[in-house]
């Protein structure tokens, strides 16, 4: 696993779908900020990493997660990641919607899951705290779905709420690669400047503790 999460981290960084950048922080969803930001919609555009990467999942998945019978996607980032997956694998795919689809046969699990009492794997992008996995996790079980793991290629790994998320929910969460891996590899590698990469280790220990440095500075 060490060398997965430090390839898969390259792979992030490589696609530049992981940016640091102290000085001029983003503007994260929640309307916080922070000098780090990563966008894992973007690799699927680069064919060499997302090989990497989906290969790495591939064989983790067969590892760790024991037998499944269908790999699902979480609307929308999940799906084409499952797609990747469920070839490589040979498996049949599903994706789950957010909402009902508004007409037809007012679908919410589109493919087809025959039977109930199927394995299913949830594949999402990354996961920060886990809270929005619950509603696809529902959605699979209702319908009778065995759904004991969860795959993201990305993991926050900085929320203790993730890990308790997940024990709520009964769920493994299995990942690629962490922020920290992602930090270490930097650092090794030298991808920034050293203000970055402190301020950057400073934010995923305590975002706080660099909010108030940022603004003292």
């Known amino acids: 696993m060490p060398d997965i999460a430090k390839k898969s981290a390259g792979a992030l960084l490589d696609t530049e779908s992981v940016l640091f950048n102290a000085k001029e922080p983003f503007t994260y969803t929640s309307g916080k900020q922070g000098p780090a930001y990563v966008d894992c919609r973007r690799p699927i555009s680069f064919p060499n990493e997302r090989t990497i990467l989906m290969d790495f999942a591939a064989d983790l998945i067969r590892r760790d997660c024991g037998p499944i019978d269908y790999i699902a996607g979480g609307e929308t980032a999940g799906i084409p990641y499952a797609a990747f997956i469920a070839e490589r694998l040979n498996l049949p795919m599903l994706y789950v919607r957010k909402k009902p689809k508004g007409f037809g046969r007012m679908a919410q699990i589109e493919g087809c899951m025959e039977q109930e009492g199927k394995r299913v794997l949830l594949v999402e992008d990354l996961q920060r705290d886990g809270?929005?996995?619950?509603?696809?996790?529902?959605?699979?079980?209702?319908?009778?779905?065995?759904?004991?793991?969860?795959?993201?290629?990305?993991?926050?790994?900085?929320?203790?709420?993730?890990?308790?998320?997940?024990?709520?929910?009964?769920?493994?969460?299995?990942?690629?690669?962490t922020w920290w891996d992602i930090l270490a590899v930097a650092k090794e590698e030298k991808r920034f400047d050293t203000e970055t990469l402190r301020a950057v280790e400073i934010f995923l220990n305590n975002p706080d503790e660099w909010k108030k440095e940022h603004h003292e500075a």
């Open 131 to 177: 809270g929005s996995k619950k509603l696809f996790v529902d959605v699979l079980r209702n319908a009778g779905a065995i759904v004991e793991h969860a795959f993201v290629v990305f993991h926050y790994g900085v929320y203790p709420a993730s890990e308790k998320n997940m024990t709520d929910m009964n769920l493994s969460l299995h990942a690629l690669t």
